[in-house]
């Protein structure tokens, strides 16, 4: 399978889209070149609004332009998109419920290199938080183009977290189809349950072949949608296995993991949950695939962990 730049496939999404839809404007935190927005700047120069590293007002100025039935897409580094204008996107973009297109520009771990400063762990967490926020963490260059899509015709906030890596299909684009608010199996198994988001679905994949491999079956959920995440076919998959596993890119506080812990909460299920992620307060900086490996965030270190916890609840089945 061929492996996509992230930021290639956005920027020349956005530009096809911007041809159709006259409607769709680009905003700009200095951000403009880094986020994939190139393109679109140079054939609507007039649709362009560059703010400088002003995040908080570039977010209010959105909510502006959408009030008067635009649509527009801001592109930041993903920590100073949530966090730093967390304010504005709460009260201006979500209680308001404005149609604004939020894109965080390298989600995770992406900017490892450069130190917690721009790494984004956080950021799942608090953007869940947002009312009326929609939640898409595209995984490969098929789901970039589709999250961007799919946010566009979405009439309400959304944000989209960006991966910056170069990313293997993680299935044959001919054979899917994504939908806002539903999961998407990528490995069929029966025994043990991974559900993942982003990055982490072809680690995911990665694992459960290995897995698969040595006799444990294993299925691989996509929940390329965090929010509003896929209640019925979460309720439909607890019930059928016999351990569940949750990996993100991403803290383990209040991440696509919590989501699940509270959801078989509510539904009194008892199916052993087992949260994959990166722990609170850590601050490991270097080169991208290698802290993913010290966060056991690898095909590899995943697929480990999983032996290990099914060996550990073998010898104490209470």
């Known amino acids: 399978?061929?492996?996509?730049?992230?930021?290639?496939?956005?920027?020349?999404?956005?530009?096809?889209?911007?041809?159709?839809?006259?409607?769709?404007?680009?905003?700009?935190?200095?951000?403009?070149?880094?986020?994939?927005?190139?393109?679109?700047?140079?054939?609507?120069?007039d649709r362009y609004v560059e703010v400088g590293i002003s995040e908080q007002n570039a977010v209010g100025i959105c909510a502006g332009l959408a009030e008067l039935?635009?649509?527009?897409?801001?592109?930041?580094?993903?920590?100073?998109?949530?966090?730093r204008a967390y304010e504005q996107v709460r009260n201006d973009i979500g209680y308001a419920n404005t149609n604004v297109k939020?894109?965080?520009?390298?989600?995770?771990?992406?900017?490892?290199?450069?130190?917690?400063?721009?790494?984004?762990?956080?950021?799942?967490?608090?953007?869940k938080t947002i009312p009326n926020m929609t939640?898409?963490?595209?995984?490969?260059?098929?789901?970039?183009?589709?999250?961007?899509?799919?946010?566009?015709?979405?009439?309400?906030?959304v944000y989209i977290r960006m991966p910056r890596h170069a990313l293997e299909d993680i299935k044959e684009p001919e054979s899917r189809n994504i939908v806002i608010g539903e999961s998407e199996t990528i490995v069929n198994g029966n025994e043990?349950?991974?559900i993942a988001t982003g990055t982490m679905v072809k680690e995911a994949k990665d694992a459960a072949t290995k897995l698969n491999d040595i006799g444990?079956?294993?299925?691989?959920?996509?929940?390329m949608t965090v929010k509003p995440i896929d209640k019925i076919k979460l309720v439909e998959l607890c019930r059928q296995f016999k351990a569940i596993f949750t990996v993100e890119e991403h803290s383990k506080v209040a991440g696509l993991g919590s989501s699940i812990a509270e959801l078989l909460v509510s539904e009194k299920d008892r199916t052993p949950l087992?949260?994959?992620?990166?722990?609170?307060?850590?601050?490991?900086?270097?080169?991208?695939?290698?802290?993913?490996?010290?966060?056991?965030?690898?095909g590899d270190k995943i697929a480990e962990m999983i032996l290990k916890t099914s060996a550990n609840r073998m010898n104490n089945p209470s």
């Open 69 to 83: 039935g635009f649509i527009p897409v801001i592109a930041v580094i993903t920590p100073f998109l949530t966090m």
């Open 274 to 298: 087992h949260i994959l992620g990166i722990e609170e307060g850590s601050k490991l900086v270097g080169p991208y695939r290698e802290v993913l490996n010290e966060y056991g965030l690898t």
């Open 216 to 223: 444990i079956s294993t299925r691989v959920e996509n929940f």
């Open 135 to 157: 939640i898409l963490c595209p995984g490969d260059g098929y789901e970039v183009e589709k999250a961007l899509r799919l946010a566009i015709e979405h009439d309400g906030p």
């Open 1 to 45: 399978m061929c492996k996509a730049n992230p930021r290639n496939v956005f920027e020349s999404t956005l530009l096809d889209i911007g041809t159709i839809n006259n409607q769709v404007l680009a905003v700009s935190c200095d951000s403009a070149k880094g986020a994939g927005m190139a393109s679109f700047i140079k054939s609507f120069p």
């Open 102 to 127: 939020l894109v965080g520009s390298g989600g995770g771990l992406a900017y490892s290199t450069l130190g917690s400063s721009h790494e984004a762990i956080e950021d799942i967490s608090v953007m």
């Open 192 to 194: 043990v349950l991974i």
